[in-house]
């Protein structure tokens, strides 16, 4: 069965320091997607990235980058120079089919709180 | 440029009493699915539908009911609601084209409160 793990429950920055939000998973398939949701306090799940398991080259989206580690099992976020509009609960997930049954399962999420 | 949609947005019932929460998507995706959210857990999964007429099972669909009689709505109902059903309720729905489905769109959430 799939996992996701991410170990971080809260974390706590002041603003412009740099972030680093775990992800561990689980799988057995060696097909297979990862995603990163945010939900600021406003309730709603904003996609951020999906990686495939067959693509391990990094990616920088502004501030934001993903590190993909096949050999760890791991999928970090790093938020640069962190902004309050940052605070949020941040998800990692995992999606094991690409077919007709694909379905993210999802880690327990990290509280960020970035203070001015 | 709706996306996906949730009615209703808030909700209390009390124990026994049954609802149905409605999902409605304009954007032609095959794939709908119904999540809860609760402190501490992340999101997980409830049902989930691969096309109009078809529904399967997630994580956790006990004392849940769906249906999807047309492709852009995916219904969730509970029949005899329980506290243990107080959460927040998420859909989304996806598209799979070439053979990848694309991220999941979601909702803005149902906020569930059983007394």
């Known amino acids: 069965a799939q996992k996701v793990t991410q170990a971080q429950t809260e974390i706590s920055v002041v603003e412009k320091e740099d972030v680093t939000l775990d992800c561990v998973y689980e799988t057995r398939d060696t097909t297979y997607y990862l995603f990163w949701y945010k939900q600021p306090p406003s309730g709603e799940l904003v996609f951020l990235i999906r990686?495939?398991?067959?693509?391990?080259q990094n990616e920088i989206s502004g501030r934001y980058s993903w590190n993909f580690q096949k050999s760890t099992s791991s999928f970090n976020f790093t938020i640069t120079a962190s902004q309050v509009v940052d605070s949020a609960v941040y998800f990692c997930?995992?999606?094991?089919?690409?077919?007709?049954?694909?379905?993210?399962?999802f880690g327990k999420g990290i509280t960020l709180s970035v203070r001015p | 440029n709706a996306g996906v949609t949730q009615t209703p947005k808030f909700r209390v019932l009390k124990t026994g009493q049954s609802m149905t929460l409605l999902c409605a998507q304009d954007m032609n995706h095959e794939y709908m699915y119904w999540y809860r959210q609760d402190p501490g857990m992340g999101l997980r999964l409830i049902h989930y539908s691969v096309g109009e007429g078809t529904t399967a099972k997630g994580e956790v669909p006990d004392g849940y009911n769906v249906s999807r009689l047309k492709k852009q709505n995916f219904l969730l109902g509970l029949e005899s609601a329980a506290p243990s059903q107080t959460s927040v309720y998420f859909c989304?729905?996806?598209?799979?084209?070439?053979?990848?489905?694309?991220?999941?769109?979601f909702g803005n959430g149902t906020r569930l409160t059983v007394t």
């Open positions: 989304a729905s996806s598209s799979l084209r070439t053979g990848r489905t694309s991220p999941l769109h």
């Open positions: 997930a995992l999606s094991e089919e690409a077919g007709a049954n694909s379905k993210l399962t």
């Open positions: 990686r495939n398991s067959f693509d391990e």
